[in-house]
């Protein structure tokens, strides 16, 4: 079985203030997708970012970075200079790369950012 | 381009009434996926539909839960009768359909349901 904990209900920041998002998950599988979704306001899913199992290398794209570490299944996800805009609830999942393609989320990390 | 287009946007019913949600992707895409997302939770998948052909439905509850998607575009997501614990969020998401391929999914805006 499959499970995704993101143990941060709810963060809140002021603008500027880099913030991380924590994603710890369980899988039996050895090869495997995680990915980040953002969920603002309006409600429609947004892909982040995906990043297969053996695929260690941590990634920047701007203001956001992911930090994969297999050995503590984690995959962690940072913003820096946050800003008003960034609030929205963010999700991590995971999907087994091979036969289902039955992907599971995690219960979400609201992110509340200041002016 | 239009993304995803999901109607209607919010639904209130009476338990026991049916239900339909509909949903057109994107122009060009053959995978379309169901989700449904209950309060404070991440998205379920319910069913994923390779142009016509339905697959992954295992998490659909067939007893009261069907789906069609007739030639392989739009498609409508049923609940006959409905029950208090259906009220949630109903997302409908679409990608490319390239076989073996991980694709991103492109999600619509979703039907909140509620059921009285």
């Known amino acids: 079985a499959q499970k995704v904990t993101q143990a941060q209900t709810e963060i809140s920041v002021v603008e500027k203030e880099d913030v991380t998002l924590d994603c710890v998950y369980e899988t039996r599988d050895t090869t495997y997708y995680l990915f980040w979704y953002k969920q603002p306001p309006s409600g429609e899913l947004v892909f982040l970012i995906r990043r297969n199992s053996f695929d260690e290398q941590n990634e920047i794209s701007g203001r956001y970075s992911w930090n994969f570490q297999k050995s503590t299944s984690s995959f962690n996800f940072t913003i820096t200079a946050s800003q008003v805009v960034d609030s929205a609830v963010y999700f991590c999942a995971l999907r087994p790369s091979g036969g289902s393609y039955i992907p599971t989320f995690g219960r979400g990390t609201s992110l509340i950012v200041h002016p | 381009e239009a993304g995803v287009v999901q109607s209607p946007r919010y639904k209130i019913i009476e338990k026991k009434q049916p239900v339909a949600f509909w949903c057109n992707p994107i122009s060009g895409h053959n995978t379309l996926y169901w989700y449904r997302q209950n309060l404070g939770q991440g998205p379920e998948l319910l069913i994923r539909y390779e142009n016509e052909e339905a697959v992954d439905d295992s998490q659909l509850p067939k007893d009261r839960f069907s789906a069609e998607r007739l030639k392989g575009v739009d498609s409508t997501l049923k609940i006959q009768p409905a029950e208090l614990g259906d009220s949630a969020v109903y997302l409908c998401?679409?990608?490319?359909?390239?076989?073996?391929?991980?694709?991103?999914?492109?999600f619509g805006p979703g039907t909140r349901l509620l059921v009285l």
């Open positions: 998401a679409s990608s490319l359909g390239v076989t073996g391929a991980v694709e991103t999914q492109y």
